[in-house]
């Protein structure tokens, strides 16, 4: 019995790749050829060698720990959909771990040539706390700088334990430092307001800012003499009394070193300030120096 005779098949064109959808491969491999020439080691990607790269990385310095953490960023961006966590499961990496690292990778890719902090950083750990300080303080230590009280030594010497607390104290120090100081700009910013509309209600005389100026000045003085009539006084009154009832000399050496620091301060004031030994004005008041009224008296 012959064979059938088969039928020709007619072959269909593929149909054409919608405009949109063209857009969006282009843009994807524009993507990817940028995600490889920044993380990239020249070679075109390939997820096996990829996978052996990040895994002879994992174990050592963290010059290393950047290395793979580029690596991390190619794979994950050019792996097909859904590989991405089978991948970091046969390197048995964990997510977060990874993701860190990519991190890392990215931060430090901000520094120009970071040996010098690399090597100061030495372990994975390390070099994840340093990724709290901003790309300008990273810049600076690596160039011999300091950063929160470290200098590049201090970082080698210390444990990570040791390198995270130093760094949250500076953050805590910084913020703490930054809320007292908008809390006083805030003030300063209350206090010239109000002094800007009280100004514009009622704008002081300067006589009378004069005036209370000097009454200002004048209880400061007041309490300055106090301190010297009745306190420095009662003290050395009730020095000399125990040094008598206790038949000790009495210091006076001591008791006139005082008096010579508290004559120094008034003449470096008078000097100062260039004022005359007394007033040159008259001390009397007015009302003793002005002549008396004349009293017009009625005729009789």
């Given at each position: 019995?012959?064979?059938?005779?088969?039928?020709?098949v007619e072959l269909v064109e593929d149909a054409p790749l919608s405009d949109d959808l063209n857009v969006k491969l282009s843009?994807?491999?524009?993507?990817?050829?940028?995600?490889l020439q920044q993380f990239g080691d020249g070679l075109p990607f390939d997820s096996l060698r990829y996978e052996d790269k990040i895994r002879g990385h994992l174990s050592r310095s963290a010059e290393e720990i950047l290395s793979a953490g580029r690596a991390l960023i190619v794979s994950k961006e050019l792996l097909p959909h859904g590989e991405w966590l089978d991948f970091l499961a046969r390197l048995g990496l964990d997510?977060?771990?990874?993701?860190?690292?990519?991190?890392?990778?990215?931060?430090?890719?901000?520094?120009?040539?970071p040996q010098h902090l690399l090597e100061a950083a030495g372990t994975k750990t390390k070099l994840f706390e340093l990724m709290v300080l901003d790309d300008e303080e990273l810049t600076e230590l690596n160039d011999g700088g300091t950063v929160a009280g470290l200098e590049l030594d201090d970082i080698g010497r210390m444990t990570s334990r040791e390198l995270k607390a130093a760094l949250r104290e500076?953050?805590?120090?910084?913020a703490a430092q930054q809320c007292v100081l908008a809390d006083k700009n805030e003030k300063i910013d209350a206090?010239?307001?109000?002094?800007e509309k009280k100004s514009r209600i009622q704008p002081p005389k300067p006589d009378e800012e004069v005036k209370k100026l000097r009454l200002e000045v004048a209880a400061i003085s007041?309490?300055?003499?106090?301190?010297?009539?009745?306190?420095?006084?009662?003290?050395?009154?009730t020095l000399c009394a125990y040094c008598s009832d206790n038949q000790i000399d009495t210091p006076r050496d001591f008791m006139a070193g005082l008096i010579c620091e508290l004559e120094y301060a008034a003449r470096s004031l008078r000097s100062t300030f260039d004022l005359p030994d007394e007033p040159t004005g008259n001390a009397a008041p007015s009302w003793l120096t002005e002549p008396e009224p004349e009293i017009k008296r009625q005729e009789a």
């Amino acid at each position: 019995m012959g064979r059938t005779k088969s039928q020709p098949v007619e072959l269909v064109e593929d149909a054409p790749l919608s405009d949109d959808l063209n857009v969006k491969l282009s843009a994807m491999a524009e993507h990817h050829a940028l995600i490889l020439q920044q993380f990239g080691d020249g070679l075109p990607f390939d997820s096996l060698r990829y996978e052996d790269k990040i895994r002879g990385h994992l174990s050592r310095s963290a010059e290393e720990i950047l290395s793979a953490g580029r690596a991390l960023i190619v794979s994950k961006e050019l792996l097909p959909h859904g590989e991405w966590l089978d991948f970091l499961a046969r390197l048995g990496l964990d997510r977060t771990v990874a993701w860190r690292m990519s991190q890392a990778a990215i931060k430090f890719s901000n520094v120009a040539a970071p040996q010098h902090l690399l090597e100061a950083a030495g372990t994975k750990t390390k070099l994840f706390e340093l990724m709290v300080l901003d790309d300008e303080e990273l810049t600076e230590l690596n160039d011999g700088g300091t950063v929160a009280g470290l200098e590049l030594d201090d970082i080698g010497r210390m444990t990570s334990r040791e390198l995270k607390a130093a760094l949250r104290e500076a953050r805590e120090t910084n913020a703490a430092q930054q809320c007292v100081l908008a809390d006083k700009n805030e003030k300063i910013d209350a206090l010239s307001t109000k002094l800007e509309k009280k100004s514009r209600i009622q704008p002081p005389k300067p006589d009378e800012e004069v005036k209370k100026l000097r009454l200002e000045v004048a209880a400061i003085s007041t309490e300055a003499e106090s301190a010297i009539t009745v306190r420095l006084y009662s003290a050395f009154e009730t020095l000399c009394a125990y040094c008598s009832d206790n038949q000790i000399d009495t210091p006076r050496d001591f008791m006139a070193g005082l008096i010579c620091e508290l004559e120094y301060a008034a003449r470096s004031l008078r000097s100062t300030f260039d004022l005359p030994d007394e007033p040159t004005g008259n001390a009397a008041p007015s009302w003793l120096t002005e002549p008396e009224p004349e009293i017009k008296r009625q005729e009789a």
